[in-house]
């Protein structure tokens, strides 16, 4: 992360097997870290991410340090195993945005498209919709979801999500 809320600086935060503990006092930044995952894996709605604008996701300065003009979030997995269907031992996904508005997103660093990395995550449990990040207040939510809803979950656990959305493109066509 690098001018992403509360880090400033570039701040690495390393994921490894088992699990990861974040430890820290109120408004410290451990839930910035999640805001950081899902925002990186394309998340749109502000709201999910607790601010009002997207701009709210830049640093925006403290009594001590002016405010920056670009957050970055950078997520790399290691894929040695080929979790991803891509050749890569290591795959990245990048996501800019400035204040200006302006954004951008990156696979391995190249230019992309929101929709390809939306598809890259599709049904491997990890994208926007995904149920790896499961928030305060979603368990409730799944709970109380109806019928629909829950099937979506259901689906994208059974991991055809994917040839839905395709389905439907298609025929928008
Ligand atoms: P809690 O234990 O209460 O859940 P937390 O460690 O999860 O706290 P966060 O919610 O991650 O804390 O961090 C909140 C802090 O992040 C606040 O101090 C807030 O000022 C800061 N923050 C949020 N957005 C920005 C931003 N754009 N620029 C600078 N600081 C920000
Ligand atoms: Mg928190």
Same mark, same amino acid.
């Given at each position: 992360?690098?001018?992403?809320?509360?880090?400033?600086?570039?701040?690495?935060?390393?994921?490894?097997?088992?699990?990861?503990?974040?430890?820290?006092?109120?408004?410290?930044?451990?839930?910035?870290?999640?805001?950081?995952?899902?925002?990186?894996?394309?998340?749109?709605?502000?709201?999910?991410?607790?601010?009002?604008?997207?701009?709210?996701?830049?640093?925006?300065?403290?009594?001590?340090?002016?405010?920056?003009?670009?957050?970055?979030?950078?997520?790399?997995?290691?894929?040695? @195993?080929?979790?991803?269907? +891509?050749?890569?031992?290591?795959?990245?996904?990048?996501?800019?945005?400035? #204040?200006?508005? !302006? $954004? %951008?997103?990156?696979?391995?660093?190249?230019?992309?498209?929101?929709?390809?990395?939306?598809?890259?995550?599709?049904?491997?449990?990890?994208?926007?919709?995904?149920?790896?990040?499961?928030?305060?207040?979603?368990?409730?939510?799944?709970?109380?979801?109806?019928? @629909?809803?829950?099937?979506? +979950?259901?689906?994208?656990?059974?991991?055809?999500?994917?040839?839905?959305? #395709?389905?439907? !493109? $298609? %025929?928008?066509?």
């Amino acid at each position: 992360m690098r001018g992403f809320k509360s880090f400033a600086d570039k701040t690495v935060v390393e994921f490894k097997q088992g699990v990861t503990c974040v430890v820290g006092p109120n408004g410290s930044g451990k839930s910035n870290i999640t805001d950081a995952v899902r925002w990186v894996l394309g998340e749109q709605r502000i709201k999910t991410l607790r601010g009002s604008k997207m701009e709210d996701v830049i640093f925006n300065g403290t009594k001590h340090r002016k405010s920056l003009g670009l957050a970055e979030v950078k997520l790399v997995f290691d894929n040695v @195993d080929h979790f991803f269907p +891509l050749e890569y031992n290591e795959i990245s996904v990048t996501r800019r945005v400035h #204040r200006s508005g !302006e $954004s %951008e997103y990156q696979i391995n660093g190249m230019p992309c498209r929101l929709k390809d990395i939306r598809e890259l995550f599709m049904d491997t449990g990890i994208g926007r919709e995904g149920y790896s990040i499961i928030g305060q207040g979603r368990i409730d939510e799944i709970l109380s979801s109806n019928k @629909d809803e829950r099937r979506m +979950l259901f689906e994208e656990a059974a991991g055809i999500i994917k040839y839905k959305s #395709r389905k439907e !493109e $298609s %025929e928008r066509k």
